[in-house]
Each structure stands twice: as structure tokens, then as C-alpha cells.
């Protein structure tokens, strides 16, 4: 599997605060220096799991992981981080699965994860995670903004606007979805 570092074309951001969970995703899909798309949809809802994931990396590849994970929880219904963990293994032993290159964050009213194809699920610190090309630098942008009085929708967007305005792989144009959390 190559780098996920290197992936460019997408910036995924989730913030949890003051009992709500946002995962905000720009729509830039960008072929070398080239962009192909500018109003892509890398968030959404899992089916009616009550969760919600965005991704970066290749698309076929993320919609693939969207499917597995939607079969996760159906497996593990309300347990996210089984779910999560069933399918990172499946992930990085399958020999199908270990070729996909993407990642993902997803979130439910209780628990946000980042899931990589090498087998990690992460849970982020703060109520603050981010992926993709322009994810450290919404990562930062958020976490700076998390102790003021910005709801979490506010964050996000000005996080992302803040992440576009630098990253040359991440536009203004984003897809929002949010969750009431706990």
C-alpha cells in the first residue's frame, strides 16, 4: 500500500463538542495539478446505523470500506469500535482489502475513530481529528478554536475555511453531517 500521506485531493475534519458530533469534508478531487471535481461528497451517513464517516484517499476504494463497515455494524449494531476494529483487521489481512487506499473517520453519538489500512483505529484527543492533504492544517485551525464559544459546526467550517485558504488540494465547498452526541 502506498503512503496516505502522499494521497492528495481531499481534507476530512470531525469535531465533537457541546453534544454534537460534525464531520466536514471539502469536495476538491484533484488528478495531479489538475482539478477534476470541486463539489465531490466524501461524508455521509452509514445507512441508518446513526453514524456518519467521511473519507480521503481513492473513491472506489472508500466506497468499498463504506459497504464492509455498513456490514460491520449490521454484524455489531451500536458498537462502532468492534465494528471499526472487525473491519481494520479485515483490512490488513485480506489480500483484496490491503490493496485499498483510503481512510476514514467515523463517528457515532458516543466514540469518532480514524480508520487506516494498517490496521489502526484511532480515537482522537480534544474532540478534534482530521485526514487528508489538508487535514493537519484543519486539525490545527480546530483545535485552536475548540475553547472558545463556537459551536461545533462553527469550528468546522472555519477550520475547513482556514485549511482551504492553504492546502491547494482542499476548496470552500463542503459537505456537512452531524449527529447529536452524548
Known amino acids: 500500500m502506498s503512503d496516505p500521506t502522499n494521497w492528495h485531493g481531499t481534507t476530512i475534519l470531525g469535531v ?3 453534544g454534537k458530533i460534525v464531520i466536514i ?17 466524501k461524508v455521509r451517513p452509514l445507512g441508518t446505523t446513526g453514524v456518519i464517516a467521511g473519507f480521503a484517499g481513492a ?19 451500536n458498537q462502532l469500535t468492534r465494528a471499526c476494529v472487525e473491519m481494520a483487521k479485515d483490512w490488513r489481512t ?13 463517528a457515532d453519538k458516543n466514540v469518532s475513530l480514524v480508520i487506516t489500512g494498517t490496521g489502526d483505529v484511532l480515537e482522537p484527543e480534544h474532540g478534534v481529528v482530521a485526514i487528508g492533504s489538508g487535514g493537519n492544517y484543519a486539525l490545527a485551525a480546530a483545535r485552536a478554536l475548540i475553547d472558545t464559544d463556537m459551536d461545533a459546526e462553527a469550528i468546522a467550517r472555519k477550520a475547513m475555511k482556514i485549511a482551504a485558504d492553504i492546502c491547494v488540494y ?4 463542503v459537505t456537512v453531517e452531524m449527529l447529536d452526541a452524548v
Open 16 to 18: 465533537r463538542k457541546g
Open 25 to 41: 469534508g471539502d469536495g476538491q478531487v484533484s488528478m495531479g495539478q489538475t482539478i477534476m471535481k470541486g463539489n465531490a461528497r
Open 59 to 77: 473513491t472506489a476504494d472508500a466506497m468499498t470500506l463504506f459497504e464492509r463497515l455498513e456490514g460491520k455494524l449490521e454484524q455489531f449494531p
Open 94 to 106: 485480506d489480500r483484496y482489502l490491503r490493496r485499498l487506499e483510503a481512510m476514514m473517520i467515523v
Open 170 to 173: 482542499t476548496n470552500t465547498s
